[in-house]
Structures are given as structure tokens and as C-alpha cells.
């Protein structure tokens, strides 16, 4: 068992390509995603109203930036990694200690930065 | 400038990665991969070349249905619009990989599949401000007789999740025997 199985897993990410990459890849190590939300006002209720372990971010959401659910992601106290084709570079200063997965990215470094951040 | 660029690169390199991995889920032999993952690809990189047209600004619907429907013969296509709609290049995309969907599905095993079927595609706004919808109907005829699939594929779950998620509108398919019926409704704004 790794530290991810059964996970219940928020995805941020407003192109469905990638949106169904991500949860894919999240199948595969074994999480569960239970919430996936297109814009940054949906996340925001999806976090209110579902019971959570991890989130995985895209930073640009639909135009809009990510930050807001990473605030009320860090006040819960739930941890996440940033996936985002910015890389690290697009990280606000006060979230750079949070792992960044640059797009493209291989299940393995998802992996890697997801373990990083639920272990701490 | 160069930033955004990178930026739209990795993004489009991601796509095609998921594209990649989507289409060898669900496919049956090494040979209708590569068919399906070309294909795929070529749809992408020509909702690409409808937007370098326009200056990455912004993409024509018309265009963008007479770009996937036309090959497969101007004659057994109707395309009806009371104007054309500018799409943001955010839209493009997605609405132009779900008309390649649809238009796969078609050639596949709906009315492109024989020499007498027809597609019509409609499309006409309603409503005003931010209540605005554009509405394209997608109506086979005059192909083979239509049964539901019996397992949920790549091209629906795409189209679904796209007009749902990407463009806050919905996507109806109707396996009506007489030819696939699909209602796209997506409101303006995201467009």
C-alpha cells in the first residue's frame, strides 16, 4: 500500500484533456478523485461540500488564478501540488514550499510530488 | 510574450499526451491507435491553424465546421446559421475536438458512413446578456439504422465533459434510429 491509496482527491484544471490525464494517472496510483472542478468559483464550493484528502492545481483556471483554493486548501489544512505549464515561475511567492509538477509531466513525477506533499 | 508561448506549447503538449494515453486505453490493435491517435492529433493541430489564421484572437464556428465536415464531401453537408459566432481561442478547442468526435462517429458508423448520408448542423443564439446561449444541433439522416453504443467511449466522454466543464454548457446525444441527434448548448459568455 503507498502513501496515496484511497486518497479522495480535489483536480483544478479547466481543459478536459488534461483534466481526464490527471484522474487518470490518480486511478492508476490508486486515489480516488471525488471532486473535479473547471473554475475557480466551482472549486471553492467543492471544498466546502466535499469531504477531501489532497487537491492536484492547475494555476491559470479559465483565465482566473488558482490562488484562492490554495488559500482555503493551506487554511484546511489539505495538502496539494501545483501542475502547471507556467512551472514553478507561476507559483505565487507564499506556495513556492508546495510541490510543483511542470506540464507536461509523467505519472512518476506526479507521483513523486503528490507522496511529498501528503507525507509532509 | 515568449512566457505565453511556452506557456501554450507545454499546454498543447499536454493535451497531446493525454490524447496519447486516451486513445491507447481504448484501442484494440497497435494499428487503430496509430489510425486514431493521427487522427486526433491532425484535428488538433488544425483547430490551431483556424486560430494562427485569426491571429490566435479568435476562431470562426463556420470555420471550424467546414474544417472537420467538409472532406468528407460538400454535398451531404448543410450547414445553417442565422451568423457566424466568433470563438475566444479558449472555446476553440474544445468545441473543435468535440465536432471531431462527432464527425469520427459519423464516418465510423453513422450517415458519413454511407454514400447517402447526410449531417445538418444548426446553430442559432438565444436569450440576451449574460443568459445568452448559442445552441448547435448536430442531426444525422439518411445513414444506417442507429443503436446505442453499449459502452461509454473516449469521443463521448469528451464531448460531455468539454461543453460541461470547459465551456459551462451541456452536450445531449440521442441515439434516435434514424441518425445520432446532439444538442450543444453553451452559454456566450464562455465562448
Redesign the interface.
Known amino acids: 500500500m503507498s502513501a496515496l491509496s484511497g486518497l479522495r482527491l480535489l483536480v483544478v484544471e ?8 490527471v484522474e ?1 494517472m490518480l486511478a492508476d496510483m490508486g486515489c480516488e478523485v471525488v471532486a ?1 472542478a ?2 475557480v468559483s466551482e472549486a471553492l464550493r467543492l471544498i466546502e461540500a466535499t469531504d477531501i484528502d489532497a487537491a492536484v492545481l492547475d494555476v ?1 483556471v ?2 482566473e488564478k488558482v490562488f484562492p483554493v490554495a488559500e482555503k486548501l493551506r487554511d484546511r489544512k489539505i495538502p496539494f501540488v501545483f501542475a502547471t ?2 512551472g514553478a515561475d ?1 507559483v505565487r511567492e507564499d506556495f513556492r514550499t508546495h510541490p510543483v509538477v ?4 509523467p505519472q512518476s513525477q506526479l507521483r513523486k510530488a503528490l507522496t511529498k506533499a501528503v507525507t509532509g | 510574450m515568449l512566457g505565453e508561448l511556452n506557456h501554450r506549447v507545454k499546454n498543447t503538449l499536454t493535451t497531446v499526451q493525454s490524447i496519447a494515453r486516451q486513445t491507447l486505453r481504448h484501442a484494440s490493435s497497435p494499428e487503430s491507435f496509430q489510425e486514431r491517435f493521427e487522427d486526433r492529433l491532425l484535428a488538433l493541430s488544425q483547430t490551431h491553424n483556424l486560430l494562427t489564421n485569426e491571429n490566435w484572437e479568435r476562431g470562426s464556428l463556420r470555420a471550424l465546421l467546414r474544417q472537420e465536415l467538409l472532406p468528407h464531401g460538400a454535398e451531404r453537408i448543410t450547414l445553417q446559421g442565422t451568423q457566424d459566432v466568433h470563438l475566444a481561442p479558449r472555446a476553440v478547442v474544445p468545441l473543435g475536438m468535440a465536432l471531431h468526435e462527432l464527425t469520427t462517429n459519423a464516418a465510423k458508423y453513422g450517415a458519413l458512413s454511407t454514400e447517402q448520408g447526410l449531417v445538418t448542423v444548426r446553430w442559432s443564439a438565444s436569450g440576451s446578456g449574460a443568459s445568452e446561449v448559442l445552441r448547435i444541433n448536430w442531426i444525422e439522416s439518411d445513414g444506417p439504422a442507429v443503436t446505442p453504443p453499449t459502452k461509454h467511449s473516449f469521443g463521448t466522454r469528451l464531448i460531455e465533459r468539454s461543453m460541461t466543464k470547459d465551456l459551462q454548457g451541456s452536450a445531449a446525444l440521442e441515439f434516435d434510429p434514424a441518425g445520432l441527434r446532439c444538442v450543444l448548448e453553451l452559454p456566450l459568455n464562455q465562448l
Open positions: 479547466d481543459e478536459s484533456h488534461v483534466a481526464m490525464l487518470d473535479s473547471a473554475r491559470n479559465a483565465g505549464g507556467y507561476g511542470p506540464k507536461p509531466f
